[in-house]
């Protein structure tokens, strides 16, 4: 079953995020916290949402994965959905979970009449890669990602 997350998801939110991390090799890298998430995803201005996945098993339902996604835009064809985590906790692996969850998101696009619906990977990451384009997504191999953070951010700011 897959739901649209409501606030008193943000604890079990926040623990996939650093579930993705540790998947990541970057379990210390979270700075985000349950208000931050609360304030993003359910805020005046909610800057994300997030699409869950809910097993449904003997010991009741466990999350069994998310998508969390914004609002991105390209001046060539407008709105359209980046999708920023996408993680499906290892035991829920090959259920299908992470493939009806893209299958939502791209829902979401169509429905809202965006363009596009992309993402980044990791490139050693050759499990959601051979994923993704098993689901009819390209590589943007001639791109490349740029950025800025911590003491570069600051300095440049302090610059213009």
Do not use: C
């Not at 650093?18 to 379990?27: F, T, W």
């Not at 969850?101 to 993402?119: H, Y």
């Not at 490139?123 to 098993?134: C, E, K, M, R």
């Amino acid at each position: 079953m897959l739901r649209s997350a409501v606030p008193d998801d943000v604890p079990v939110i926040l623990e996939l995020i650093k579930g993705l991390a540790v998947y990541e090799r970057e379990p210390d890298a979270v700075m985000v916290t349950e208000p931050m998430l609360r304030d993003a995803l359910f805020g005046p201005e909610p800057m994300a949402g997030v699409e869950l996945a809910i097993h449904e098993g003997s010991a009741g339902p466990e999350t069994a994965g998310m998508a969390l996604w914004y609002r991105s835009y390209s001046t060539w064809t407008g709105p359209g959905l980046y999708l920023e985590d996408l993680f499906v906790r290892e035991q829920y692996r090959n259920h299908g979970y992470g493939k009806a969850l893209l299958r939502r998101l791209a829902e979401i696009a169509v429905q809202r009449g965006f363009a596009r619906f992309e993402w980044s990977v990791l490139d050693w990451n050759q499990p959601s890669i051979d994923f993704y384009l098993a689901m009819g997504a390209k590589a943007m191999d001639e791109w490349t990602r740029y950025r800025l953070e911590g003491q570069a951010l600051r300095a440049l700011s302090e610059r213009a």
